[in-house]
T-cell receptor, first 117, second 115 residues
Framework: GAVVSQHPSWVICKSGTSVKIECRSL??????MFWYRQFPKQSLMLMAT?????????EQGVEKDKFLINHASLTLSTLTVTSAHPEDSSFYIC?????????????FGPGTRLTVT | AQKVTQAQTEISVVEKEDVTLDCVYETRDTTYYLFWYKQPPSGELVFLIR??????QNEISGRYSWNFQKSTSSFNFTITASQVVDSAVYFCALSGTGANSKLTFGKGITLSVRP
């Protein structure tokens, strides 16, 4: 149980284009999902927290207009990197909380590797 | 503010050696959770353990064991008889217990196990 998927697993896009990454909870409902970013040989940094049906809460320093997050259903959150540039190349990981889990544990997706050329 | 410190950055051992990964945390919360995750080269985070701050019992799972010392704010992880497949980056993490709690990760420790 508690499986989270991400699609695509890797993507290459040209500078200036936008790319959408999907995060799905496959066997549970997730009222809260999180998006992390990880640069090579670094730790995970929280970008934003998204709650179903409401606007995402972004961490300090994360550009809201560049990283658009939508959490339209209890099983799907999307992250759109708009007008991507090479410095946006990174490993993006999502996680989700099971609404029925009182421990508020986060279940992680397998990650999406974005390369902007 | 919460903080997790993993002072070791890289550790290299020979197969079958025991290795301990250190984790020290800071929090003002009275109730919190501590985690260890493994990140192999594929990138996917693998959950290893969650420990509630009220539960100071040490835990053993196969070759893995964890030592939680609240008095020193440490949650160390030991791999006994290490294997090449243990090579990965290991993250210690801390979270509060509320619905709005966030996970704070340490910087990670890269473990290399040589045959």
């Amino acid at each position: 149980g508690a499986v989270v998927s991400q699609h695509p697993s890797w993507v290459i896009c040209k500078s200036g284009t936008s790319v959408k990454i999907e995060c799905r909870s496959l066997d549970f409902q997730a009222t809260t999902m999180f998006w992390y970013r990880q640069f090579p040989k670094q730790s995970l940094m929280l970008m934003a927290t998204s709650n179903e049906g409401s606007k995402a809460t972004y961490e300090q320093g994360v550009e809201k207009d560049k990283f658009l997050i939508n959490h339209a259903s209890l099983t799907l959150s999307t992250l759109t990197v708009t007008s991507a540039h090479p410095e946006d190349s990174s490993f993006y990981i999502c996680s989700a909380r099971d609404r029925g889990d009182s421990t508020y544990e986060q279940y992680f997706g397998p990650g999406t590797r974005l390369t902007v050329t | 503010a919460q903080k997790v410190t993993q002072a070791q950055t890289e550790i290299s051992v020979v197969e079958k050696e025991d290795v301990t990964l250190d984790c020290v945390y800071e929090t003002r919360d009275t109730t919190y959770y501590l985690f260890w995750y493994k990140q192999p080269p594929s990138g996917e985070l693998v959950f290893l353990i969650r420990r509630n701050s009220f539960d100071e019992q040490n835990e053993i799972s196969g070759r893995y064991s964890w030592n939680f010392q609240k008095s020193t704010s440490s949650f160390n992880f030991t791999i006994t008889a290490s294997q090449v497949v243990d090579s990965a980056v290991y993250f210690c993490a801390l979270s509060g217990t509320g619905a709005n709690s966030k996970l704070t990760f340490g910087k990670g420790i890269t473990l290399s196990v040589r045959p």
